[in-house]
């Protein structure tokens, strides 16, 4: 979860950034979910690497992805980090809502489905969830998908073996499992971890039971990247530095964790650590959208959106050209060789 309350800004003033000089003339604000998968915004913030390509960031926390969308399209934020079935479901007209003229596009990626399977102390396995409430984020979107056909796997069909709870983020759905408003909920960094340490049970990494996924990635309205080329570009190069920082950099990443994340422990942090960079979920190195992991959340969609929809061109709902010529203006590194999209 955020402890620290953050927004964002461009200075309105040119900067030198990758060989390039871009004029920032626009006021930005960011938002995001609580976690761990924010660690490369809070190690380039740290480390000053936005204010390198003129870029003020602070980061801003929202209780759910329904907030999340309306505040976008209503202009409070321009940039944010989500789950990309988000920008998907809102753009295909399956949201928890309708919102009239979406046109948010993701740009880059933030990690691979970096989630847990958590259950209550007295769930201990999957037969356990039977005729008891799960908690999601919203209904229609997210994550919640990702719990449904891990619980398809063992033999829980939606509505006939389990009922839904829409509570909002990580730590809501945290909540939602201490008040037993719920018995099961996929859950992020730290809350997964803090669960496990009260007594919860894990019964899942996310990713791995789904054999590939794109989770989070960092997104805009295509409207405002249109008329801010250059600050979209500063932005995810600034986010690729980042990335490659973690993989590369243990001791630093451990510390910005424990700076951000409220009496978070050593052993904790490194499990964490761990999870980010080497766990089936973890960052997306570079920064980069898996191509591969989008066809698992398309295939998701496909069985459990409504209305429904045959889903079938991943590239509809991002765009690499700004990804691509932010890259051109960072080195290779070693932790990055070997990545792939």
């Known amino acids: 979860m955020f402890h620290k309350k953050l927004t964002l800004a461009v200075a309105a003033a040119a900067f030198v950034a990758g060989g390039g000089v871009a004029q920032a003339e626009t006021q930005l ?21 936005f204010k390198a390509e003129g870029i003020d960031l602070t980061l801003e926390a929202t209780r759910g992805s329904i907030a999340q969308m309306k505040n976008m399209m209503s202009g409070k934020y321009q940039v944010a980090s989500t789950s990309i079935d988000n920008v998907i479901a809102y753009t295909e007209g399956q949201g928890d809502v309708q919102i009239p003229g979406f046109d948010m596009v993701c740009v880059a990626g933030v990690h691979s489905g970096l989630n847990s399977v958590v259950t209550r102390p007295e769930i201990k396995n999957y037969a356990a969830i039977k005729g008891k409430p799960v908690a999601v984020d919203a209904v229609g979107t997210g994550y919640a998908f990702v719990l449904y056909r891990i619980l398809a796997q063992h033999g829980l069909k939606r509505d006939r073996d389990y009922s839904i709870a829409a509570v909002g983020g990580g730590p809501e ?142 590239a509809k709902y991002y765009d690499l050209s700004y990804w691509k010529e932010a890259l051109k203006g960072v080195g290779t590194t070693k932790s990055a060789q070997g990545s792939k999209m």
């Open 29 to 49: 604000a960011m938002v995001g979910f609580g976690g761990a998968s924010n660690l490369p915004v809070w190690l380039a913030m740290d480390r000053g690497l």
């Open 173 to 314: 759905r945290l909540k939602a499992l201490e008040e037993n408003k719920a018995v099961a909920a996929v859950i992020s960094a730290p809350n997964d971890t803090e669960a496990k340490n009260m007594g919860y049970n894990i019964l899942a990494d996310a990713a791995a039971a789904l054999g590939g996924y794109q989770g989070s990635a960092y997104c805009l309205r295509k409207s405002w990247a249109k008329t801010h080329h250059a600050e979209t570009v500063a932005w995810i190069r600034t986010l690729i530095k980042a990335h490659d920082t973690v993989f590369a950099d243990r001791n630093a990443s451990i510390a910005v964790l424990k700076s951000h994340i409220k009496n978070l422990s050593d052993a904790d942090a490194a499990t964490i650590y761990t999870s980010l960079t080497h766990g089936k979920g973890g960052l997306n190195k570079r920064a980069a959208i898996s191509t591969k992991g989008m066809k698992t959340v398309l295939s998701l969609r496909n069985e459990y959106a409504e209305p429904h929809k045959n889903l079938t061109k991943p």
